[in-house]
Nanobody
Framework: VQLQASGGGLVQAGDSLRLSCAASGGTFSRYGVGWFRQVSGKQRELVAAITSGGSTTYADSVKGRFTISRDNAKNTVYLQMNSLKPEDTAVYYC???????????????????WGKGTQVTVSS
């Protein structure tokens, strides 16, 4: 499975962005997909994840602001990010794992397939 993340950019605090993760090369509907972010010098952390069955999980820091969704017909997972804060600034990565549970996706090393990151910068 190949993943391509896109949609990052430079925005102001309070603005919105939508990230997209387009997949190819596999039966996408069978994969759990997560969005992770990483700040230089810090560990990569889970932001949100969606299972093959559509169950979702979110980091506490983004609950109520971010929404993950998937469109299996388009082989794409989205991360809608609203009310962005400067602390959301990071490189965002999408990752996939075959039939991963939400709990499993909370650990980045459990994810087999990774896309290249997309930079999100939120200015104050």
């Amino acid at each position: 499975v190949q993943l391509q993340a896109s949609g990052g950019g430079l925005v102001q605090a309070g603005d919105s962005l939508r990230l997209s993760c387009a997949a190819s090369g596999g039966t996408f509907s069978r994969y759990g997909v997560g969005w992770f972010r990483q700040v230089s010098g810090k560990q990569r952390e889970l932001v949100a994840a969606i299972t093959s069955g559509g169950s979702t999980t979110y980091a506490d820091s983004v609950k109520g602001r971010f929404t993950i969704s998937r469109d299996n017909a388009k082989n794409t997972v989205y991360l809608q990010m609203n009310s962005l804060k400067p602390e959301d600034t990071a490189v965002y990565y999408c990752a996939a794992q075959f039939f991963a549970t939400a709990q499993a996706m909370s650990v980045p090393t459990n994810m087999r397939y990774w896309g290249k990151g997309t930079q999100v910068t939120v200015s104050s």
